[in-house]
């Protein structure tokens, strides 16, 4: 069953975006060579989520598109919170989504150069150690519109920082004792000129580079000279860095290095969804989801385990494209790519997630026969397959009304409906329980109508879905939903907490009865359950219990926000 597809313009026809007309002039002036190297450069400290899909899918693009390479750098700075863990999952998502990195580099590889350069600053006078605490540094940076105060220690000699900073690398300090702050002015417009910290002492272990190190430098001090040393010609970053650009070019002038170049667009923010690692951390620890991996998390873990493709992630980074604003993309519009996307891969299979039985009456008691079913209509080398059939089938509950209203279409009393790959049937009674519930429902089948066609040339409006109550198999259903009821959690004020928006409804789980070869299926494995919408097989399966994870509904409301 195919979907109803609104009509997105193709990426072909579409204009260059603000970095490709970069790109583009500066291999036209032949600058650095007509060479591209981007680099996508992830804190090993969570999971990459959606968000970071669209700075993959465009780092590693926009290289790919002009026949350069991209590198894969983790940004191991803060031993604290960093773990050889998310280093794996990253490299696994990254795969995932269809990229190959050229390199495979750690700011840990540099940390002897980054040293070495922090003390040139030192020997230029443009850095010294400070002893303050962080509370009295953060004081006396003073506010946008109050300049801030030089830190009684900013003048110290060439030769005492160098001595006190060497001393700080070899350990002989405690955590937050002294940090070693660049030299610029305190007067600054720009808040990050006000003697940013380049080194804080952590004594921890680092996953990498063990207790060798126990100082650590700061983002600003480590991401323009790890781009830098690596000649990085486009380093593209989210549009919160653009106030950290004139530092990052300050550096690399005063260092007189390669001069890398940032440029910023905007991040991707969805409805209905959080992306903050801090937020996401907390849904995990306090088990408010099962794991990172949950289906409704918006980790690229997440979504791989609900079914979403990588081919459908790139689709959607493409689609919605580069801009130099921030904006938020309607949730449905990832929805509409995923569907797009499966609607041509999945095999179709039927199941019944909420069962009420049909018993054919004038149909032969003992008898089962093979009918044929079109695995997926949009692609014929998908063939087809062979599904039981009987006197007894079951098919949904909301199919089934014992008096039906003017323009419904499904099964009733008197009323003619198509089984799907099957035969007409009409309902004559049904057979209630004590409370007065339907529990079975008698009907009558046309033999003329084998393959869901009569040979009279009858009309029938209503085709639905069924599974043989004889060689049905039973299977959990994971309904995912939204994992929060507000669309703009992006704009929660201060007093509201983003927990309380979480969504009660967002995951149900039901007893389905499905085509019996399902049962069969791997991890991994997605469909397009006909009429319900497209699922896929879960992890947590095992031989005894097939559990299915549905990866979005038919209905596509993309369409109706559109106006399509």
Known sequence: ?????PEVSGAEERTLNFLEEIIEEDIKSGKHGGRVLTRFPP?????????????????FGLAKKYGGQTNLRFDDTNPVKEDVEYVDSIKEDVKWLGFEWANEFYAS?????LYLWACELIKKGKAYVDDQTQEEIRLGRGTVTVPGKESPYRNRSVEENLDLFERMKNGEFENGAKVLRAKIDMAHTNMFFRDPILYRIIHTHHHRTGDKWCIYPMYDWAH??????????????????DVHRPLYDWFVDTLEIFPSKQYEFARLNLTYTVMSKRKLLELVKNNYVSGWDDPRMPTICGIRRRGYTPEAIR?????????KRDNVIDFSLLEFFVREDLNKRAERRMAVLNPLKVVITNYPEGQTEELEAVNNPEAAEAGTRMIPFGREIFIERDDFMEVAPKKYFRLAIGQEVRLRYAYFIKATDVVKDVDGNIIEVHATYDPASRGGNSPDGRKVQ???HWVSAEHAKKVDVRLYDRLFTRQDMDNLTEDEDYK??????????????????LTTKKPGDKFQFERIGYFCVD??????????????TLKDSWAKIAGK
């Open 1 to 5: 069953m195919s979907d109803n597809k």
């Open 43 to 59: 804190e090993p400290n969570g999971y990459l989520h959606i968000g970071h899909a669209k700075s993959i899918c465009l780092n």
């Open 109 to 113: 590889d540099y940390f002897e150069q």
């Open 224 to 241: 323009g000279q790890c781009d830098s040393i690596e000649n990085i010609t486009h380093s593209i970053c989210t549009l919160e860095f």
């Open 315 to 323: 689709n959607f980074a493409e689609r919605i494209g580069v801009a």
């Open 462 to 464: 209503g085709t639905i």
């Open 500 to 517: 309380d928006f979480l969504n009660p409804e967002s995951l149900k789980v039901v007893e389905a009865l499905v085509e019996p070869d």
């Open 539 to 552: 992890s947590d399966s095992t031989d005894e219990k097939i559990i299915f994870n549905r990866t979005v």
